[in-house]
């Protein structure tokens, strides 16, 4: 009988919103830790990767109950799509701090500028999209309130213009990156340009669940 009830569990939306809080958590650990390698002291590797377990569980509650449920307003794919993509960002935050703790050095004053304008607008985007996550969970419980439904959330399109600011701001960062070369050794120009492809693939990702919840919303 036990096993019937089951079936008719609890909406896995709370626990998305549950799922981008924590990867939230593990982005501004990113930010911290960043801050202190630019100071010249050594990432802390032990608290992210914890958090991002975290993230990580809360995935898999979400994945038990979309298998063991029959109840869902909106199609399983898209919310198992939407939480695969949030778990990107956080494991983007990660790889990046867990990519910095292989090299310490001075940064340029023109790249560590560049880079701290990539890190402000991708701040401002995971804000935007949380904003939208809220909103979207919120009239999802209401089952998609008509008037929810009639007009897409200005948050997604703000989150493609951030998205949009961080490739620009990437793009500086390598051209002067490789128009100073004969500053840095090929081992430093490799390291700063992986390093700005993994920043770079966090706001991808945020706008890439952006683009997710604005198909859930349309169809």
Same mark, same amino acid.
């Given at each position: 009988?036990?096993g019937f009830?089951?079936?008719?569990?609890?909406?896995?939306?709370?626990?998305?919103?549950?799922?981008?809080?924590?990867?939230?958590?593990?982005?501004?650990?990113?930010?911290?830790?960043?801050?202190?390698?630019?100071?010249?002291?050594?990432?802390?590797?032990?608290?992210?990767?914890?958090?991002?377990?975290?993230?990580?569980?809360?995935?898999?509650?979400?994945?038990?109950?979309?298998?063991?449920?029959?109840?869902?307003?909106? =199609?399983?794919?898209?919310?198992?799509?939407?939480?695969?993509?949030?778990?990107?960002?956080?494991?983007?935050?990660?790889?990046?701090?867990?990519?910095?703790?292989?090299?310490?050095?001075?940064?340029?004053?023109?790249?560590?500028?560049?880079?701290?304008?990539?890190?402000?607008?991708?701040?401002?985007?995971?804000?935007?999209?949380? =904003?939208?996550?809220?909103?979207?969970?919120?009239?999802?419980?209401?089952?998609?309130?008509? =008037?929810?439904?009639?007009?897409?959330?200005?948050?997604?399109?703000?989150?493609?213009?951030?998205?949009?600011?961080?490739?620009?701001?990437?793009?500086?960062?390598?051209?002067?990156?490789?128009?100073?070369?004969?500053?840095?050794?090929?081992?430093?120009?490799?390291?700063?340009?992986?390093?700005?492809?993994?920043?770079?693939r966090i706001?991808?990702?945020?706008?890439?669940?952006?683009?997710?919840?604005?198909?859930?919303?349309?169809?």
């Open positions: 009988m036990w009830f089951k079936l008719f569990r609890k909406s896995p939306m709370g626990l998305l919103v549950d799922h981008f809080i924590v990867t939230k958590e593990v982005y501004f650990l990113c930010t911290k830790n960043y801050g202190k390698w630019k100071d010249g002291e050594e990432v802390s590797i032990k608290q992210i990767d914890e958090t991002e377990h975290r993230a990580d569980e809360i995935k898999q509650q979400i994945n038990e109950i979309i298998t063991s449920s029959l109840m869902s307003s909106i =199609r399983k794919e898209d919310i198992l799509s939407l939480v695969k993509t949030q778990d990107c960002i956080a494991d983007a935050a990660e790889d990046v701090i867990k990519y910095l703790d292989f090299k310490l050095f001075k940064l340029d004053p023109k790249l560590e500028k560049i880079l701290d304008n990539i890190f402000e607008v991708t701040t401002k985007a995971i804000l935007e999209y949380e =904003r939208l996550l809220m909103g979207f969970c919120q009239y999802q419980r209401a089952n998609f309130a008509p =008037r929810y439904k009639k007009k897409i959330p200005k948050e997604v399109a703000t989150v493609a213009k951030y998205e949009k600011e961080v490739d620009d701001l990437a793009h500086s960062f390598g051209k002067l990156i490789f128009n100073m070369e004969d500053k840095f050794s090929p081992v430093k120009i490799f390291f700063l340009s992986k390093l700005i492809t993994l920043i770079d706001t991808d990702n945020l706008e890439n669940g952006a683009d997710r919840i604005k198909r859930m919303i349309a169809k």
